[in-house]
Structures are given as C-alpha cells and as structure tokens.
C-alpha cells in the first residue's frame, strides 16, 4: 500500500487556539523567530571575535576589504528572498561592522558633515559601529591619517561629471598615505527646502553638484540664485535655518535635518558616479582581483610619454585610468596617475614598475587594493 505524502506545514498552517486571532498568532511567531536570530547573531559575533583577537595579535590590519565584500557577496548569493540582494547586503555589512568593533573600534575621517556624500560613502564601506571624524578639507583627512588619529580615511578621487578631483591628487604628491581600497557610490542629488519651490530664492550646495544640475536647475527653478558652499550637508543645514532657502544634497542630509523633499535625482547625468579612495598606512593584501595606484614624473622631451606607456603593453598591463597632473611652479612639468589592473605584487605589474622607474624622474606606488563592486 502507498504512504500517503503529507504536505510540510508552514507558519500559516498552524491552527488557531481559541480565543486566539492570527494575527496574534503570528506575532508571537515573529517574537520566537527574533529571539532565535538574536542567538545566531551573538554566537557568529563571538566566533568573528575570537578570529578577530587572533589577527590582531598575529599583527593583522583592522580592516580587509575584500574580506567584508567576500562575505556580503555570499550572503546576497545565498539569500532566497523575499528579502532584496540590497537589504541583505546592509543587514550584513552592519553585522560585520558591529563585530568588528568588538574588537578594534574603528575611527574613520571623511570629508564634510555627517551625510555628505563621503560620509555615505564611508558607511557604505565600514558601516555605522565606527567613530568618523569629519574634518572640512581633503588635507585634513590625509593629515588624519598620517598622524594615526584615524586608522583609514576616504576621500573622492574622481567623478564621472567632473571627472578628477585636485585636492586629492595634490595630496597623494606629498603624502605617505597609501591606497587600501575604494567605493563607487552613485550620487543622486535631491532638492531640499522648508518652503514650496515657488519661493526658494537661493540654492545652496558645494559647487560640484550645483555643477552636476545646472541644467535642471535653469529649467525648473531660473529665478533662484546658487550659493556656492563647502559641503551638501552645510547646504542642508543652511537650507532649514534661511527662509527662502533651498539645498542640492542627498536624501539622507534631507531626513537628517527636517527638510521637504521637492524633487529627487535631479543630477543631468543619470549615471552620475563618484569613486572615493580608502587611505591608510598600508596597501592591501593580494587577492587576485585587485588594481594597482602609481604617480610618476617624465623628462620634457618628444614621445617619451608613449615610451612610457608602451612597457604597460608589453608587459601586459591593462590600465584603467590615467591623469596627468600640472606639477605647481614648474613649467610644462607634469605628473602623471595611473591606476592598473593588478596587485603591486604580481610579476606583470612588478616588471613594469622596474623599467618605468628606469625612465622616470620621479615614481611612486600609491597602493594596491581589492576591486570592490560599485554601491547599491
């Protein structure tokens, strides 16, 4: 005689008790399900601890990158819904951050406010159980660092819009500070106020997203006069104190500081990006997906930039970005910055590093690092 199959129960199979709604019913499910999640979360934070004091006493960094991109990569993998990939990323990342703080408390510079797009960018990469520090220039960050009153900043290196951005670079010329990582965080500009659009007279933001929307800013508010500031976050919090006042900043800043959201992603480049560098006093270890940052100085004479470029194609060195950079003072004197697939480590990028440094006035790694996926 044939077993009967008897279908697996669910939640929702479960009979009601008398007296009992099931709605209550769930909810007593739902406390039951917290408690059991709880536990598993303390037990994993216990065993990252103990891996954690074991780094930190075999000299480890703080911080890998890679191997929180490893572990969010898995988690959005294995996760079957109906929770999204993005939610379980940030459930993840903040687990992460949090037992990480068990062991080494983090303190992380950015530059602006809380809620400037390098603080987002910052807590996109470490989380929220760190101490940041916002300071009001990119130097600070790097003079953050360099003292050791932060284990990592982060500072923008470049926008899709605007493309480079010179006081990083600048800094990178006269500064130990060594690539360990980066973010790619898409920016979207809202448009934030107290009072209706009809009645904003200024626009307050940092000039590179008044630059960003200026198109859509002529179009839909042509009578409002932009103020250029030093940070989205300081345009956000000029913007509730002004009356007549509005900002460009992000979402966040608006929640933040009590501000009406009059318009979103307001940027003319929908695709609008910005790439931010983690610095810290060493590059990061090797993990066969990385890239390579490097700044040199060529003499002034006819075709030795394409001699230079040449030995990344022989020794097949794919680059992935390059700037040259106006050396102050120095006529026709330039500096030019490479970033190229490849860990500073590996053969390829180390026999082109030695016949480059053979024509180069002057040379420099500024870090190897894991390539991480851009942010959600």
Request: glycine fraction near 6%.
């Amino acid at each position: 005689m044939a077993t009967k199959k008897v279908p697996r129960k669910n939640v929702s199979d479960k009979k009601v008790a008398p007296g009992v709604s099931e709605e209550a019913r769930l909810r007593s499910e739902l406390k039951r399900l917290d408690r059991e999640v709880l536990e598993a979360v303390n037990r994993r934070a216990a065993l990252a601890r103990q891996i954690g004091q074991l780094q930190h006493a075999a000299g480890e960094p703080p911080f890998v990158a890679a191997q929180d991109d490893d572990t969010l990569a898995n988690a959005a993998q294995q996760n079957e819904g109906p929770l999204p990939e993005t939610a379980v990323r940030a459930i993840f990342r903040e687990l992460l951050s949090g037992t990480r703080a068990l062991v080494r408390p983090l303190r992380v510079a950015h530059l602006g406010p809380l809620y400037s797009y390098s603080h987002l960018a910052a807590m996109h990469r470490f989380g929220q159980s760190v101490e940041y520090v916002p300071v009001g220039t990119i130097a600070a960050v790097f003079e953050e660092v360099n003292q050791g009153d932060a284990h990592f900043g982060l500072v923008p290196i470049e926008n899709s819009t605007d493309g480079r951005i010179s006081d990083t670079l600048d800094m990178f010329t006269r500064s130990p500070a060594r690539i360990c990582g980066e973010v790619e965080l898409p920016i979207h500009h809202t448009l934030l106020a107290m009072c209706p659009r009809t009645e904003i007279r200024e626009i307050y933001s940092k000039p590179q997203a008044l630059s960003q929307c200026r198109n859509w800013l002529a179009k839909h508010v042509p009578a409002a006069r932009p103020v250029e500031v030093t940070s989205t976050s300081t345009a956000a919090q000029l913007a509730r104190e002004k009356p007549g006042a509005a900002a460009i900043a992000s979402h966040q800043a608006g929640i933040h500081y009590g501000l009406n959201v009059l318009a979103e992603r307001i940027e003319d480049n929908p695709g609008n990006v910005t790439r931010f560098s983690v610095i810290g006093k060493d590059s990061a270890a090797r993990t066969g997906n990385d890239k390579t940052a490097m700044l040199f100085q060529l003499e002034d004479r006819p075709g030795v930039l394409a001699e230079a470029l040449g030995i990344f194609k022989r020794n097949r060195v794919n680059l992935t970005w390059i700037e040259s950079f106006p050396i102050p003072g120095r006529e026709r004197a330039y500096l030019f910055f490479v970033e190229m697939e490849g860990h500073e480590s590996d053969v390829r990028v180390r026999r082109a590093t030695t016949s480059l440094r053979k024509k180069a006035l002057r040379l420099e790694i500024l870090g190897s690092f894991a390539v991480s996926p851009p942010a959600e």
